[in-house]
């Protein structure tokens, strides 16, 4: 066990020494910068890479002016980042080599592996028996590697670096598809971004875009991580490492393919990676705060803006413009965003109104075109929004005045650069058209630019949902799995069974009892109390309802022998062979709001719980959420409130508020019950859970239970 | 009557002349080129204008070099278009005098009318007096003018000509606001789009944006018609200017603003316009296929796309990328926007695999980076989506190979002019990252480039909305006011009047006969059949169900006897005032589905007509759709598929199909009614509306008839 846990930390080490290496070698080096071995180290000297380089090559000599080694073990020292780039026969042998010089990572360019057949696939499994035996990280094969841009290490044979490098900042860039990831890269580059580790993990024999997820929340010099996703491999560490990031306030944008089957199916045969149901996804991103970008550019846009760190403290937006139609723009935006436009204060308006007679004060503050005559009213303006307004976010139109040839352009920038000395507490956003010189000289001064107001707007929605999700306390612990709990048998069960199954892990179920002859079914039903329900008990009968299984509402002793001779012979009609075990006699119960529970054995995730309200919100509108099990009370009150239909809960035309809360807490416990059963457990479901009236519970009526195997 | 027609298509020539002006003359011209008024002709000097240019000034003498006239009755011949920019205490002197000279059309550029206050809007009034007289047009007051690129005609004082002129092109731009107009000019001049008329309608004394969206889709020069809308004046004209450009096959792009609360008052207080309810533009916009921008740089992407004339026949999409990533990206994206991507017949796939062995070639076909070094493998796999795939559109991500500074860059734009060259009948769109000058290069050829893949697919699904609704058939004429239809009366109506009163319009309802004593009621049941309803009737009573005015399922005459004494007791002990006409005898109708019909009388477009499914439906989701009355039958049809449980209506869980023809016949009869009573109705419910089956029609339960004058 010892030995264990140093491996995880000596992993986790040598993750870290993988993004931010300070000695690197390359296998397959070579003076042709043609060729993918010679690209690090041309980039590398061109960068101006301070820590040794070490080109390894079985011809020695020198490649590129250094002096090449003939074999990795005979280094001066363990490297922390080994390059390998020889044909895919060949990569086994030599990741063995750079196991035993004691690298402490290796970034495999080659491809020819899984991707292609199955020697490859029986190539990829020694490769992990190698990370996994010797600690050393593997990234690849079949990928494109990594740079860091604050030291200019390359592990990469990208050409992108052949013709520039990315400014320095904090923005890791984490990709599944290679040319997506330079793709990023090169967005970002033309946009100016400030980038820290830029990392493409291809066929992910070991390292995967989890491991670089949470190695970015650890790196003191990651501030934002983008995340380009295909399919997550290991989903616990995922949910992990993007609950590290929150609770670090680096906020995490993830742009997530396959969600389309022909999406999904491309996905497989580009990185056979096995792809969970979008909607899973999606629910996880939710649960962790993570953005889920809808666009390459939007991803840029929203890392961009996070980059400035300026999480707006409220949801208040300040607008000032130099166009009324501007202003309506960018409110409707507002407005899309769940953005608040508190007015100025009346004593901020009137002195605004004093200085531009015919401007619109309230907020959006419309200077018309009298602010481009005199600039000095749009200092006064901006300074009004940030002091007097108090507004988190201030987004200022200012046309085409970045286009401007007089001298106003110059005015404006002057204003902007005093403006933002005095290191404004709010998110600065600007939306003009002006030269790219200009865009970048403002974005210097802290300050973002759009061309659209739209996509300004958007920006800033961006940076308060993480406001938000940071503000989110820590996941919190899931209740203790009830002590009367019972594990799923390998059995199927009777829905008796598996309504006693629910009940005794803690879930509210109608109670009822199994009556083996009319007269047993009558005394039942006198000691549960009329009305009742009465129903086949059998696990072979599956649709109940539709042989004549089931009967609602007997008010009384005849009427509940009756029922239960007339199922009993329906029943023999429809399933002859089927083994009768009797009725079940329960109360019948009446009001609540129909809802539905459910658990479901993702391929990727485990078990995953469904909530949904019952009826058409089901059936028609499809109108359900999910999460990974398990999940505490907290996380199921916000899983309630997604769901389209959750005004049926707070209560329609007059009805009272549902109980919310005993709902959220039973959305919890079934979640610990599936995570405690997820080996034995393929599904439940729990339809209807009626939701009575506030304080008054919650009380399952039907369930399903399946065991796994047993699913036919 | 003739005088009248006359008129009107004076008027009609008058608008031409304004959009494409021969000769221009401009009141309050100068020669410092700081003042508005010197403006248009400077830049039609710079421009090269070639119709005459005629400068009014009291002083006479020579403006700008040209001869200036102390004023517009001394011209040689009558003008095209005048401008106006003196003081607004002068303009309805100076129109007057326009009228007077028989200009065809004014632009007045000044300020301070109805967005000003009292005098203002008094002067308005006499503007809009000496349009309606004369039959000049007149745009304006408070606007920015006009330009035509092709003539460089100039009614505008926009700052953006002083430095460049847009490109020559077939995309006529309407804006409602001056700054938002010119703002757009300016973004599509950087992209380089080619424009046509570019107008802005500031106070809409006369010329509003519906003229100018009816001018441009009767102008033989505009291809494409781009409009900013805050709010409409002239709904009819609008709406039968959006089907004139629709069945002209001249797309409408518009970005209609005020949607939100904030926005609309800042609209209100921007322009003075009267915002409609947004989800009734919505309605409109979707009824004439005008495409709804979501944001300024959605409508010029979708603009420029449309300028290619490249509507695609079917939603068959080809893609084609060197990055499998970006394959799974784009067929996301494809799925979101309906697109369909087809795989490629089986040979044309064996002979790409032949060609590349590692690529997936179904589609998307991923050609891998082995294109990069083999340009002429890209030029195949083109050829192959256009000759064999049939695709109608392809979408070819390239990734950087835009910015590549090496031979291939060249390759590629040569590849691409040869398949220019063949004029492929599909929309041809890049996504690639590239200078300005390669996207001018590949643009010029006719292929659309866009750096975001997602950006890139929105567009092609945009070309595919108008392809689609070009296709449609024009409006249908509405069916017939019901021969037996009654105008609504002034009075409130009980629900069995209202019942009436919508049966006699042609709309199927349940039938029922007022009882005034019980055993009248028990006879009409008798005749009508059992079981029956009871309800009260008594136009003071609303909420019938509330005081125990209504008895359901009475199954013979002893209980019909029964409830006809307890509804009466009940209503004289809950509303003793209330005058009693006794209770209406109806038919129990069970089945169906609950849909709701309304009518609401919008402030703009009159009578609207509202559908929505019943129960949770609206109240829970306010899942309901708009069209302003009268439509015709496949408009309704139309209407029914926009809800989003319109899954209800096609039967679930094994439930018939619904009679929807019937539906969407009352929908039309009901609208055709409701557009007949303009001035009399306020507002009809009709809920439930029960459609049967198929086949066996719809029924309304129960309907409220509010005429007009009558609600409060």
Redesign the interface.
Known sequence: MAQRSSRVSASSENLAALFDPKSIAVVGASDDVAKFGARPIHFMLQGGYQGPIYPINPKGGTIQGLNAYRDIRELPEPVDMVVISVPAKHVVEAATACAEAKAKSAVIFSSGFAE?GDQGTLWQDQLRGIALDSGMRIVGPNCMGMTNSASRAVGTFS??FA?AWPEVGGISVI??????G??ML??GM?RGLGLRTWITTGNEVDVDVSDCVAQCAEDPGTDVIVA?I?GAKKPDQMRRAFETARLSRKPVIV?K???????AE??N???ASLAGADAIYDAVFRQYGVYRA????NMLDVAQACATKQFPQTRKLGIVT????????A??A???HNLD?PPLPASAQKELKDLMP?A?VRN?V?TT?QMANDPQLFRRNLEVMLEVGGYDSVLTFL??IG???THILGDIIGILRDIAKTKPKALMVLSM?CRPDTKRELEALGYLVY?????AIGVIGAMNYFSDEFRRPPEGTPPALAATARAVPSQPLTEHEAADLLRDAGISMVPGKVATNAEDAAQAAEAIGFPVVLKIVSAEIQHKSDIGGVKLNLADAAAVRGAFDDIMTAARAAQPEAQLDGCLVAPMISGGVETILGVNRDPLFGPVVLFGLG???V???KDVTFRAAPFDVAEAHRMIREV??Y??LEG??GSKPADVDALAHTLSQLSVFAAANTDTLEGIDLNPLLVLDEGQGVVGVDAVVIPRGSEG
């Open positions: 292609v050409s992108v013709q990709s599944q598809s290679g040319a997506v330079a793709y090169v967005m033309e380009y295909e742009m393919v396959g969600a389309s089957d022909v999406g491309a996905a045969t580009h990185t809808t666009s390459l550019e130099v166009s009324g139609g501007a202003g309506v723009i409110s409707d507002a407005e899309d436009l015919f619109a959006p419309d075109a046309a085409t286009l401007s040839a058209l061309e659209d107001p739209n996509r009826g058409v919100f059936e028609v509108l389209k239909g005004g049926m329609v035309r």
